[in-house]
């Protein structure tokens, strides 16, 4: 059986219109193992045309073209992928050496697209270079070579996954008198070793060397002459390790470490691309970092703002009094403005009878807008919030003064800065609104509240008196006051977190605090993604940028892409390649934009902390990953166009392009 046959072979190109151009007619030929045939012609005779049909390059011919009795015009587009990269061995006139690999990985760029292990290529490919005499210099890049130095390097490529059949094309045109000597005499030692070699030449010194010469005019065989006999033939079996790789591809690994060794050659760009799109990741980052370092901070001052032995317990609000949506956090402030649902003596002994529960203490919270206020030397000032005395407040809150005795009131630090720095032991009324009825009375002023440390409540005017001293106030205008707050004491804070879910399971509602702090917290979380989706827009401009530098990436390398898929790199080993590079950019801008984001978090809270004492960048891990990952999707998504267009290159086409 013929190692290579071509019957009746017939290939026609499309002009413009509905001409069409006859490139090869009713070609028949046959070749078999250990050949060194040469396919001489005019230009434009369809030398080209045939060596890109039997190189599994152009499947869109009518006829047989066989190999070892399969026709390869059959063959699905995976099964020429696997023939290109196990059959042929390509030599180009040009080398079509890929300019940023080491000769080492420019020869084994073929092994490598079938995953074949590294020490296995490497020493496959130093065996080929030392037959061929460059040994001493795998290391280098092809522009440090000489022609002829290049042109081995192309035939160590085409021989190093053991192909049967060699096609070079014009394999010494570009080479001087001596070096065409000594490729020749390598294609020759090919030849011999039972490989059957077909080269498209011009050169009658070439086809001097070969075996067999077939002459071709106007996409015809005009005449096939016997050549020059080559000897000592020894027709070699496809080894164990080629049917091996028959059924490997490109490795995920291997396509990231080609898309580095690609960027690697346009550094300064891609590290420009990298930086550009970096900001508006680190954007994004600040921003919810910041947001988590405000929100931390409220929560923290907030746990401070409270006595850790002491929990608080409001009755359910009826949330039909807020204008807001009922799931609304805020609609927690308005229902507890004005008069509120008291608890009742059954309300009491159930609270008391939580475990862990050490004692109770009754209060009263009321708050209101401009219904309540406070009277000093004629000057009225509105008050937003009267609450009693608790354990929650201790001495340590009290900047000025003391806590309050009967008859006594304290007012915190807004109220006081109104009022008059020296308001401590001064006389005040005090007016309040509950149930649409006033009532008004004279207290000291026994201190100055303040809760250690900025909270949300800080800036609203608020009074504390003895639930006592209210209660008898409102006795004596026939009004009783029941609790509409409870303080529940325990001895270990260790138990503050089991009585709250017992108080929730109950169904009665938490602290004024815990109320205040939710409603901030989603304040906050809403001002924050606000701003991080503000910022998340400078991350459309860098897809769009990573997807411009991609595709001119794909234009720059439209000759190596034809090379790969003539060593027989599949579609999606193209794309994989570029998704890669793709997967790289993201992953270097979202690890510059982590480590800015760093530098900046240190910095701020380095000049927060001097002036405020706070932190006010937060960086979670969370962040980070979002970051980092939110950059790789981007990258790659926008990567996955230019991959497409690349893996859809036509092989010929491309190999055309200078």
């Known amino acids: 059986m013929k190692l290579l046959e071509l019957k009746n072979v017939n290939k026609y190109y499309n002009l413009a219109g509905t001409q069409r151009y006859h490139a090869l007619t009713n070609v028949n030929v046959s070749f078999e193992k250990g050949e060194l045939v040469s396919i001489i012609g005019e230009s434009g005779s369809g030398k080209s045309t045939l060596m890109n049909l039997i190189g599994g390059l152009d499947s869109d011919f009518s006829g047989e073209l ?207 691309v990298s930086l550009g799109s970096s900001i508006g990741i680190m954007s994004v980052i600040l921003m919810l970092s910041i947001g988590n370092g405000v929100k931390g901070y409220f929560n923290n001052t907030m746990k401070n703002y409270v006595n850790p032995l002491v929990v608080e317990v409001n009755m359910p609000q009826d949330k039909s009094k807020s204008p807001l949506p009922a799931d609304d956090p805020r609609s927690n402030m308005f229902s507890m403005m004005g008069s509120q649902t008291p608890f009742e003596e059954k309300d009491i002994e159930k609270l008391k009878g939580i475990k862990n529960v050490k004692s109770v203490e009754e209060g009263f919270n009321l708050i209101s807008l401009g219904t309540n206020s406070v009277t000093y030397n004629d000057k009225k000032t509105a008050v937003m919030a009267v609450a009693t005395i608790s354990s929650n407040i201790t001495s340590s809150n009290i900047k000025k003064g003391s806590l309050p005795k009967k008859d006594e009131i304290v007012l915190n630090e807004a109220l006081a800065k109104k009022l008059g720095d020296d308001i401590v032991g001064k006389k005040i009324t005090l007016n309040i609104s509950i149930d649409e009825h006033s009532y008004k009375n004279d207290f000291t002023v026994s201190g100055i509240y303040s809760p250690g440390a900025t909270t949300p409540m800080s800036d609203m005017d608020m009074t504390y008196v003895n639930y006592n001293d209210l209660k008898e106030l409102l006795k004596n205008e026939n009004y009783e006051l029941k609790p509409t707050t409870m303080y529940l004491i325990t001895d270990n804070k260790n138990y503050t977190e089991g009585i709250k879910s017992e108080i929730e399971k109950l169904g009665y509602g938490g602290s004024s605090q815990e109320i205040m702090t939710k409603m901030f917290t989603q304040m906050i979380d809403m001002i924050t993604y606000v701003l991080a989706g503000i910022s998340g827009i400078s991350l459309l401009v860098s897809a769009i940028m990573i997807l411009v530098v991609l595709y001119i990436s794909v234009v720059e390398r439209t000759k190596e892409i034809g090379v790969l898929k003539a060593i027989g790199a599949r579609r999606k080993d193209i794309k994989r390649i570029f998704v890669s590079e793709a997967f790289l950019i993201g992953l270097f801008s979202g690890v510059i934009a982590l480590g800015i984001s760093s530098i900046i978090m240190m910095a701020a809270n380095t000049v927060s902390n001097k002036a405020f004492g706070i932190n006010v960048v937060n960086i979670t891990p969370a962040y980070a990953l979002f970051g980092v990952g939110a950059s790789i999707i981007i990258s790659m998504i926008a990567g996955i166009m230019p991959a497409s267009k690349a893996a859809k290159l036509d092989p010929v086409e491309s190999l055309r392009r200078e």
């Open 66 to 272: 066989l190999v070892e009795g399969k026709n390869i015009g059959t063959f699905s587009e995976k099964e020429l992928d696997r023939y290109r990269k196990n059959k042929i061995g390509f030599v180009f006139q040009s080398f079509n050496l890929i300019p940023h690999l080491s000769v080492l990985d420019n020869v084994t760029i073929a092994m490598t697209l079938s995953n074949v292990s590294k020490d296995k290529r490497v020493k496959r490919a130093e065996e080929i270079l030392k037959d061929v005499g460059l040994e001493k210099h795998i290391h280098k890049k092809p522009n440090q070579l000489s022609g002829g130095q290049k042109q081995r390097v192309a035939i160590a490529r085409a021989l190093i996954n053991d192909p049967e059949i060699i096609v070079a094309d014009e394999p010494t045109g570009a080479l001087d008198s001596q070096t065409t000597s000594q490729v020749l005499d390598i294609i020759t030692d090919i030849a011999r070793s039972g490989k059957l070699v077909i080269m498209v030449t011009h050169s009658e010194k070439v086809a001097s060397y070969s075996s067999r010469v077939i002459e071709i005019s106007d996409g015809q065989i005009v005449a096939d002459k016997k050549g020059i006999d080559i000897d000592d033939l020894n027709v070699a079996e496809v080894s164990a390790d080629t049917a091996e790789k028959d059924k490997q591809n490109l490795s995920f690994f291997s396509s990231i470490k080609l898309a580095f060794l690609n960027m690697k050659e346009k550094k300064t760009r891609n590290i420009l």
